[in-house]
Nanobody, 125 residues
Framework: QWQVVESGGGLVQPGGSLRLSCAVRGFTLDYYAIGWFRQAPGKEREGVSCIGSSAGSTVYADSVKGRFSILRDNPKATVYLQMNSLKPEDTGLYFC??????????????????WGQGTQVTVSS
């Protein structure tokens, strides 16, 4: 069974950092791009970042550029989202998902075929 499982969310103060993990199961990470998306209460889901299968391409939403970094560790079958300088507007449920689309895009959620259950990130003082 193909799965992606998010972890690492939590409550953090503004300006703080979190590292989210996306562990894949049942398939080989090497052959897929992975994207991160988030959804805040009452808002639509938005793309945050994605990384291509070879890690040669990365994409970031304008709202997170310079603050978030995406990286992958294929032997560990895990993709990470390092989030620094967090703001209250970063609060939301964060999902990772798999796509065979290359180069990856965070503008096409329908291209992602395996989604996790999400991990909650709350940025508040």
């Amino acid at each position: 069974q193909w799965q992606v499982v998010e972890s690492g969310g939590g409550l953090v103060q503004p300006g703080g950092s979190l590292r989210l993990s996306c562990a894949v199961r049942g398939f080989t990470l090497d052959y897929y791009a992975i994207g991160w998306f988030r959804q805040a209460p009452g808002k639509e889901r938005e793309g945050v970042s994605c990384i291509g299968s070879s890690a040669g391409s990365t994409v970031y939403a304008d709202s997170v550029k310079g603050r978030f970094s995406i990286l992958r560790d294929n032997p560990k079958a895990t993709v990470y989202l390092q989030m620094n300088s967090l703001k209250p507007e970063d609060t939301g449920l964060y999902f990772c998902a798999r796509t065979p689309l290359e180069p990856c895009s965070i503008q096409v959620p329908r291209a992602y075929d395996v989604w996790g259950q999400g991990t909650q990130v709350t940025v508040s003082s």
